[in-house]
């Protein structure tokens, strides 16, 4: 079993950053830790991931060249780097794991551990 849980939600100011923070617990191994966020009205959409064995990463068009995820030197922690933040970033954002590389990329992974989540509010 693997327990994952975010930290580093907010109110922050368009324009600002913020570093979320996804740390598992347990005796499983996994694959891939994939970030998440889910706006009210919306779909679940990933934002992005990391391959664990060999570090790549993938981002979601919606976020390239402004989030990044990566590992945190703590072991078993990825980070979500993320910067100049826009009203439309507002949401639950969640950390997920796979448990086995099922795709050629991380964001292909099937997920099966969920964190609880944490909020994110991007307004003036």
């Known amino acids: 079993q693997l327990t994952l849980a975010e930290s580093g939600g907010g109110l922050v100011q368009p324009g600002g950053s913020l570093t979320l923070s996804c740390t598992a617990s347990g005796a499983q191994t996994y694959a891939g830790i994939g970030w998440f966020r889910q706006a009210p009205g919306k779909e679940r959409e990933m934002v992005g991931c990391i391959d664990i064995g060999d570090g790549k990463t993938h981002h979601s068009d919606s976020v390239k060249g402004r989030f990044t995820v990566s590992r945190a030197n703590a072991k078993n922690t990825v980070v979500l780097q993320m910067n100049n933040l826009k009203p439309e970033d507002t949401a639950a954002y969640s950390c997920?794991?796979?448990?086995?590389?099922?795709?050629?990329?991380?964001?292909?992974?099937?997920?099966?551990?969920w964190g609880q989540g944490t909020q994110v509010t991007v307004s003036a």
């Open positions: 997920a794991a796979a448990r086995s590389a099922t795709y050629w990329f991380c964001s292909g992974y099937q997920y099966d551990w």
